[in-house]
């Protein structure tokens, strides 16, 4: 049972490019999110996904987009890479919002945007 | 806007001694309050998830109790063990069930 998984593990970019950050998860949760976690700081929620097809905006939204065309993946996708986006990038998923039952993290994606 | 603050931002005890860690939050209305374990280049595990309507979880050597009223609540670790070693992150879960807000944890080095 793999849980959450993340790819790539690390990643440099430069100003301007872009990619997408996946996440899969295996357990059949319905509910999946994206944190970032800044050096010293705690998570901060990017995005968050109920389901197939629906997904908000948490509290770090800007310059960020996702999709959830399936039950096991939520992309996280990076238009335009600025400085302020290197930082660690967490996805997680729980069989319900977040408050009633545990989420499940994956092992992270560092980026680094020079 | 809730806040939520982590003390002490690190903490260095011998193998052996039991301790003690603080999460404070700034809004009383939530939902639930997690603590989470994060070892170096991983991933965050969850240790223990309180409900609001409870007072205390309990798991092994550690013991998480949440006064909502005061805003608080506490990790104890029972017996610490260098294998204990690792950042503790406090989260609480708002109302509407859509966020968890997160400390900034606190980076727990047991030495043998």
């Known amino acids: 049972n793999a849980g959450v998984t993340q790819t790539p593990k690390f990643r440099i970019l430069k100003i301007g490019q872009s990619m997408t950050l996946q996440c899969t998860q295996d357990?059949?949760?319905?509910?999946m999110y994206w944190y970032r976690q800044d050096p010293g700081m705690g998570l901060k929620l990017i995005y968050y996904?109920?389901?197939?097809?629906?997904?908000d905006k948490g509290e770090v939204p800007n310059g960020y987009n996702v999709s959830r065309s399936t039950t096991e993946d939520f992309p996280l996708r990076l238009e335009l890479a600025a400085p302020s986006q290197t930082s660690v990038y967490f996805c997680?998923?729980?069989?319900?919002?977040?408050?009633?039952?545990?989420?499940?993290f994956g092992p992270g994606t560092r980026l680094l945007v020079l | 806007k809730q806040e939520v603050t982590q003390i002490p931002a690190a903490l260095s005890v011998p193998e052996g001694e039991n301790l003690v860690l603080n999460c404070s939050f700034t809004?009383?209305?939530?939902?639930?309050l997690q603590w989470f374990r994060q070892d170096p280049g991983k991933g965050l595990t969850s240790l223990l998830l309180?409900?609001?309507?409870?007072r205390e979880q309990t798991s092994g050597r550690l013991n998480a109790s949440l006064d909502k009223s005061s805003g608080r609540s506490t990790l104890y670790i029972a017996a610490s063990q260098p294998g204990d070693s690792a950042t503790y992150l406090c989260?609480?879960?708002?109302?509407?069930?859509?966020?968890?807000?997160f400390g900034k944890g606190t980076t727990l080095s047991v030495s043998s």
């Open positions: 997680a998923s729980s069989y319900t919002l977040g408050t009633i039952s545990t989420q499940y």
């Open positions: 309180i409900q609001s309507s409870q």
């Open positions: 357990m059949n949760h319905n509910y």
């Open positions: 809004d009383s209305a939530i939902y639930n």
């Open positions: 989260a609480v879960a708002n109302q509407a069930g859509t966020a968890l807000i």
């Open positions: 996904s109920v389901g197939a097809g629906i997904t």
